[in-house]
């Protein structure tokens, strides 16, 4: 299927990553995770974006499905749904340096009467070769902006 030409800046994204992770914040306790991103191709002018989170024993933690977007030259755009009750919508800088391809966006985020309060968060994700880093922040639970996960995914 042809990519559309918007997406050429992130195309090495499209595909399967998984990896470790690593989480913490002021309000739990440290812990390891595995992950897993899909970002797929489907032929219209966006990503589809999925990520999925699991316990080194195989329980499911957390998940998140949306839309990767390029609106224009080094705009990036991210949608997220999550079953916490949480919308997530990003936006940012897409930089792609000697192959590196680096996205930072902030997210404003929307809750369900019952979620957990979450007033904004922070991404990046750097597609080195065959290596994919993400890291992420946020503001929540009366916290400040704060670093929350950092995971390390390779191609599958």
Same mark, same amino acid.
């Given at each position: 299927m042809d990519l559309a030409p918007n997406l050429t800046p992130i195309a090495s994204l499209v595909g399967t990553w998984t990896g470790p992770g690593s989480g913490e914040y002021p309000t739990i306790e440290s812990f390891d995770y595995i992950e897993t991103i899909t970002v797929e191709n489907i032929g219209k002018p966006f990503l589809v974006y999925r990520q999925r989170t699991r316990s080194a024993t195989g329980v499911p933690l957390h998940t998140e499905s949306g839309f990767l977007r390029v609106p224009a030259d080094g705009v990036v755009e991210l949608t997220l749904a999550q079953p916490t009750g /949480?919308?997530?919508?990003?936006? !940012?800088?897409?930089? %792609?340096?000697? !192959?590196? %391809?680096?996205?930072?966006?902030? !997210?404003?985020?929307? =809750? *369900? =009467? $019952? =979620?957990?309060?979450?007033?904004? *968060?922070?991404?990046?994700?750097?597609?080195?070769?065959?290596?994919?880093?993400?890291?992420? @922040?946020? @503001? =929540?639970? !009366? %916290?400040?902006? $704060? /670093?929350?996960?950092?995971?390390?995914?390779?191609?599958?």
């Open positions: /949480h919308t997530e919508l990003c936006a !940012g800088t897409l930089e %792609v340096i000697d !192959g590196v %391809v680096e996205l930072r966006m902030s !997210g404003v985020v929307t =809750a *369900t =009467a $019952t =979620a957990k309060s979450v007033e904004a *968060t922070e991404r990046r994700y750097r597609l080195d070769g065959g290596s994919l880093r993400t890291d992420f @922040a946020m @503001a =929540a639970v !009366g %916290v400040p902006m $704060t /670093h929350h996960l950092t995971s390390q995914l390779d191609r599958a």
